[in-house]
Structures are given as structure tokens and as C-alpha cells.
């Protein structure tokens, strides 16, 4: 096997200004008129979360490898794919409109569904839509290279939908689209049966990456000039070394961290039951392991986290929040929650505000319930109203804008180390980010400042934003 190598997009197609984790909108296909575009060009678009977003990157490196060429609009490509998202009903309906958009026009285009929707409906989509060629979850990843034979063949109905694998993705080329953090998929799948989720039906088991693999990924980064790498799980702390090296979160998190180099470490995302002091302890000893930790809560009710099968009660949750902020660093954190999963009374959506309180998260992203198909939870009685979902979430949403405005105030005056990542033109500043993952948008006299770590002193804060200046 040749030795894996990584690729910074600059060198495929232009870099966007801002390190964006999703790919930038473009035109929808319906507004492109068909064209003869070569067979060997690939569009790819993202939807959803970091993990497919990096399932993306090497994705497009498996095709690189194959001789392909990405191109920047779907009208200049011969194959088209759509890495998708399932989690709530939204994200599913936007790919299937995506989807629909090729129906009169697609003209010799191969159009390929990857990742969470294509697991979930499977072979339905080549009914539903039969200019659609290829259907692949992510756990098939690795059959890619097959998959695309077989469409270079001249099939035009090519499947990988297996989910019974304890393998994991490994590519010889990943494309980065993010030019100041790099990702490194650390645990594939989960083993988890949240009622709600649909990612065991679609991400399939539960599958670690050696790590030897992983830390040699880390190194190639380090040379190829990353200071940043990303660890990516859906349950990233249950992480368990497969090989004899046997390590743990906690002994796989140092051991990068080790790597000469790396000056921030991040991972993402925690299970609360997966979540011990030892990764306090470590980060407070490792200077290069970022304090910023994103643990989901999803309910500050104990008797919706017992129907949620979330394996922890709200006590059990807050008292892991005791732990970090016990730690020696100031850490952010920040957590997920779900509004009006089914029987959930106005004590229990009480319970997540008064939770917020004891918790002062210092983001949250919340989400009504969505029933999804194959899980648990689809058709579990007492539905709230979607009214009454909306309403919830916007009672949420305004009660931790109030926390967030009143955390972020105690930043004005402290300076902060910034890895500069964006230009807000516009505005005539830059934007960084702390270790704590705040982004701070500055102003500087300096020019080029790109992928370097400048200080900056916080002068405003909103609910949402720091504003500051660069200090010598
Ligand atoms: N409905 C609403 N939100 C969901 N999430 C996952 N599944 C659902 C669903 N069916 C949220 C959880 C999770 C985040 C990624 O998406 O909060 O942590
Ligand atoms: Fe979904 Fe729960 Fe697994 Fe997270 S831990 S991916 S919410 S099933």
C-alpha cells in the first residue's frame, strides 16, 4: 500500500476566505443548464455534521486517487454527490429536494447519494429517484473504490449498504478542505440507543481506528504544516485502541498531544457516560489539549434522559460538569438539547432551563424533537405539538442568550491567544479562535495573518461574539 498523504484544497480548487466546516451553498442544479462535463470530474456537497464533513474529504481523496478531478459547480461535473444527512426530518427533506432538482436534467451525469439518508432509505431511493446511480452508507465506505468500478462499468444501480462491519475508513489520499484544522476520525459508528437517533441505523457499530494509524496521521499533518487537529467521534471518548497498544480516550488524547508540531488538540463528540475525571486531569496537564469541551445533555429531566436511553440522570450529568469546572483551566463548555421529545411535561422543559442555569454552558445547540424512522422513539405516544416544540425551543434559545451575554461580559479586558482562521471584510477584521473554540472577530494594523496565533484583548461581548484588538 502506498504511504497515505494528505492534500490542502488550495491545491485542487480555491481556498474560501473563512474556515468554513460546511462547503459553501451553490447554485441548485435546477438553475444550471446540463452540459458535457468529463466523466472523470466529481462535485461533492456536504450536508450535516463534522463527521461527514470528513467523510467528505476523503471521500474526494479516494477519487483523486482515481483520477479524478473536483470541480467547483455540479454543472462541470460528470459525477454528483451529496453526502448526506438524516438527524432530523429537515436535514432529510433539503437532500431529497437537492436530489429531485436533477430529475429532467441530469444528461448523462452520474448523481451518487452517500452517508446518513442513503443507510436509511437504501434501495427505496432508486425508486424515488431513478436518475439516481449510486447509494452508499458510511459504513461502505471502504468498498468505494469497487463502487466506482462498477459505475465506470456502466452500472447504473450500485449499492453499498452494509452496516455489519467492524472495519473502519481508511484512504491513502484524504482532500483537507479546512486549511487551519485537521480532522482525524478516531471511532466510527456508536453503540448507543438514543429513542431518538438515528445514527446506529446509519453509522452502524460501534469500530475504533489503531492507534498507530491515528497517530501517524497526526504526524503527517504536523509535517504538512497543521498546528490544529480535530479527533472526530459520534462517541469520541469511548474510544478503545484495537491494537495490542491497548490505549484509552484519555492515553490516545496525551499521545497526540505529543506530537511535535500540534499545538491545539480538540476533540468532538463526548457521551456524558464515557466522560471521566482522567480527561480533566489530562488536559489540565497538557497544555496543547484544547479547554473546550462539548458534552450533550439533551434534557435536564431524569425521567426523559431514562426514556431517552440516554444512561445517565441530570444529577449524574451536573456532577461532571462539577468536575470541569474543578479543573485548573477555564473551561467552555457547551452541550446539545432536545425540546418536546414525546411526554415531555412543562416540569420537564423546566428542568433543562433551571439545568442551563446550573450548568452556565457557554453555547448551546438546541433542536426540537424530530421522529425518525427506525428508531425507538418514532412512534412513542404523547407527541408534543409542533407549536408547542417551537415555542419551547424559542424559550430555550432566549434563556441561554441571557447566560451566554452575561459569561461572555467578564472577557472584556483579558487577551486571549487566537489561531486566525477568517477575514470579515466587510468589517475590516480578522477572526481567531481561543483554545476555549470562541471566536473572537479583531482588528489589526498587520496585514497577512492567516494560520498564525496572534494575542488579541477582548473590548465588547455579545450573547453570540467577542469583538477585540490584536496586542503586541
Ligand atoms: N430530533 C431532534 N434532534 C436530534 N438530535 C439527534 N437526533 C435528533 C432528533 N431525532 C440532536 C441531538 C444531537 C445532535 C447532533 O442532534 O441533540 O446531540
Ligand atoms: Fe445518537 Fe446517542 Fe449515539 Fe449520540 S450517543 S450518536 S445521540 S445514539
Known amino acids: 500500500m502506498n504511504k497515505p498523504f494528505d492534500i490542502g484544497i488550495d491545491s485542487l480548487s480555491s481556498a474560501s476566505e473563512t474556515s ?11 438553475q444550471i443548464p446540463a452540459s458535457d462535463a468529463s466523466p472523470k470530474s466529481f462535485y461533492l456537497e456536504t450536508f450535516g455534521c ?19 478531478h473536483a470541480v467547483k459547480t455540479p454543472s462541470e461535473a460528470g459525477l454528483v454527490l451529496y453526502n448526506t444527512c438524516s438527524i432530523r426530518e429537515r436535514a432529510a427533506q433539503k437532500v431529497f429536494a437537492r436530489i429531485g432538482d436533477w430529475k429532467t436534467i441530469s444528461n448523462g451525469k452520474v448523481i451518487g447519494v452517500l452517508g446518513c439518508l442513503a443507510q436509511q432509505e437504501g ?7 431513478p436518475w439516481v446511480s449510486l447509494v452508499c452508507g ?43 484544522r485537521a480532522y482525524i476520525t478516531i471511532i466510527e459508528g456508536c453503540d448507543y440507543s438514543c429513542a431518538y437517533c438515528v445514527v446506529p441505523h446509519t453509522r452502524g457499530p460501534e469500530r475504533s481506528r489503531p492507534s498507530d494509524a491515528v497517530l501517524a496521521e497526526a504526524r503527517r499533518l504536523a509535517d504538512a504544516g497543521y498546528t490544529e487537529i480535530q479527533l472526530l467521534g459520534q462517541t469520541v471518548n469511548s474510544y478503545r ?26 476533540f468532538t463528540t463526548s ?37 431517552m436511553r440516554r444512561t445517565y440522570t441530570r444529577d449524574e450529568y451536573l456532577e461532571k460538569i462539577s468536575w470541569i469546572r474543578a479543573g485548573r ?14 411526554g415531555e411535561t412543562e416540569k420537564d422543559f423546566e428542568d433543562t432551563l433551571s439545568l442551563l442555569d446550573s450548568a452556565q454552558f457557554d453555547a448551546v445547540f438546541a433542536f426540537t424533537y424530530s421522529p425518525r424512522p427506525n428508531t425507538p422513539a418514532q412512534h412513542m405516544p404523547d407527541a408534543i405539538p409542533e407549536e408547542e416544540k417551537s415555542r419551547r425551543l424559542a424559550v430555550l434559545l432566549e434563556h441561554q442568550r441571557q447566560i451566554q451575554a452575561k459569561r461572555n461580559e ?43 496565533y496572534v494575542q488579541a484583548r477582548v473590548t465588547q461581548a455579545g450573547p453570540n461574539s467577542l469583538v477585540g484588538e490584536q496586542v503586541f
Open 20 to 30: 468554513t466546516l460546511t462547503i459553501s451553498p451553490l447554485p441548485e442544479p435546477s
Open 50 to 68: 463534522q463527521m461527514n464533513v470528513h467523510d467528505s474529504e476523503k471521500v474526494s481523496g479516494v477519487l483523486l486517487g482515481r483520477g479524478y
Open 123 to 129: 434501495e427505496e431511493i432508486f425508486e424515488r429517484a
Open 138 to 180: 458510511s459504513a461502505s465506505y471502504r468498498r468505494l473504490p469497487e463502487l466506482i468500478d462498477q459505475i465506470e462499468s456502466g452500472n447504473r444501480r450500485v449499492m453499498g449498504l452494509d452496516l455489519d462491519t467492524d472495519e473502519t475508513f481508511e484512504t491513502e489520499i484524504t482532500r483537507r478542505d479546512n486549511l487551519f
Open 241 to 266: 485502541d484495537p491494537s495490542p497498544r491497548g490505549l484509552d480516550f484519555v492515553g490516545l488524547l496525551r499521545a497526540v498531544a505529543e506530537v511535535k508540531g500540534i499545538r491545539r488538540v480538540r
Open 271 to 307: 457521551h456524558p457516560n464515557d466522560f471521566h475525571r482522567e480527561i480533566i486531569d489530562a488536559i489540565d496537564e497538557t497544555p496543547a489539549l484544547c479547554d473546550h469541551i462539548h458534552l450533550p445533555v439533551q434534557s435536564g429531566s431524569t425521567p426523559i434522559l431514562r426514556a
Open 329 to 342: 483551566r477555564p473551561y467552555s463548555i457547551t452541550s446539545d438539547a432536545i425540546v418536546g421529545f414525546p
Open 410 to 452: 467578564i472577557f472584556v479586558g483579558q487577551s486571549f491567544e487566537l489561531l486566525v482562521d477568517g477575514r470579515r471584510t466587510k468589517r475590516d477584521q480578522w477572526a481567531g479562535r481561543t483554545t476555549c473554540n470562541r471566536i473572537v472577530n479583531f482588528t489589526t494594523p498587520r496585514e497577512i495573518l492567516l494560520g498564525e
